[in-house]
């Protein structure tokens, strides 16, 4: 069996702002079609295989944390918030108070959660276009940095 890393993701922001729905998107390559609020947090997993030089690849498991976002859990959020390689932060774009509280989450997780130093740390900012109908490309990019 090959040798396989554990990559461990953080996904947070608001609730309602489609957390849950992209990391269905992501490990399941479909849309969610019935979404729930996520009490806690839920991981789902994808593995991911990369090329390397010389014809090797390299299998990594990726673990997506989707951290409920209701506020009135925001005391007991800081338990799933382990060592993580990676942060994802995700805001609806048709509710400007879910761009601003992205500076509260990230601060909430950078508070209570030690970065990995197996791997370069990431951070992403997603946007969604959360709307009545709800379609797959609906996920937006916005930003990367180190």
């Known amino acids: 069996m ?8 953080l996904v947070v ?11 269905h998107l992501i490990c399941h390559d479909e ?9 806690g947090c839920s991981v789902d997993v994808k593995l ?16 997506l944390w989707d951290i ?10 800081s338990i799933f918030y382990q060592p993580t390689h ?6 609806d774009l048709t509710n400007w108070k879910s761009y601003a509280n992205l500076t509260k989450w990230l601060a909430e ?13 990431a951070l992403f900012r997603i946007a969604n276009a959360c709307t009545s109908q709800r379609s797959p490309g609906s996920f937006y990019l916005m930003l990367l940095l180190k």
Do not use: Q, Y
């Open 2 to 9: 090959a040798d396989v890393d554990k990559v461990r993701i």
């Open 13 to 23: 922001g608001d609730s309602g702002v489609g957390k849950s729905s992209l990391v």
């Open 31 to 39: 849309p969610l079609t019935k979404s729930s609020w996520t009490v």
């Open 48 to 63: 991911h295989e990369t090329s390397a030089v010389g014809n090797t690849s390299k299998l990594f498991c990726v673990e």
């Open 68 to 77: 409920g976002g209701f506020s009135g859990h925001e005391s007991s959020r």
């Open 86 to 91: 990676g942060l994802i932060l995700v805001h």
């Open 109 to 121: 997780v950078m508070n209570g959660s030690p970065v990995s130093s197996e791997f370069e740390s």
